[in-house]
């Protein structure tokens, strides 16, 4: 399983290169992380965005602590916008 997270001040982003389950059990241990460290997830603020060959057919329905996590077409963070296409922009 290739996953990888990254921590910022009030932000984590995580990745998994391999399956929807590989992603489904980041998900599920980002959960169980932010109850240890009493660190309240804003779950209206959270979103799925596949990249690359990975955004066609189905999309999977991922969940954290029982809310469902929407797949985007594009998402922005600091300024910068990237679509499904990997194509950037600038805000």
Not at 10 to 23: C, E, Q
Request: contains cysteine.
């Amino acid at each position: 399983m290739q996953t990888m997270s990254s921590y910022f001040y009030s932000d984590i982003k995580t990745s998994s290169l391999d399956t929807a389950a590989d992603l489904q059990e980041q998900l599920d241990k980002l959960v169980i992380w932010s109850e240890i460290w009493q660190l309240p997830i804003s779950y209206s603020k959270c979103c799925v965005l596949s990249l690359g060959k990975y955004h066609s057919g189905p999309v999977r329905l991922f969940t954290m602590n029982d809310h469902n996590i929407l797949p985007v077409e594009q998402a922005v963070d600091l300024g910068v916008s990237v679509d499904r296409e990997m194509k950037y922009s600038l805000i």
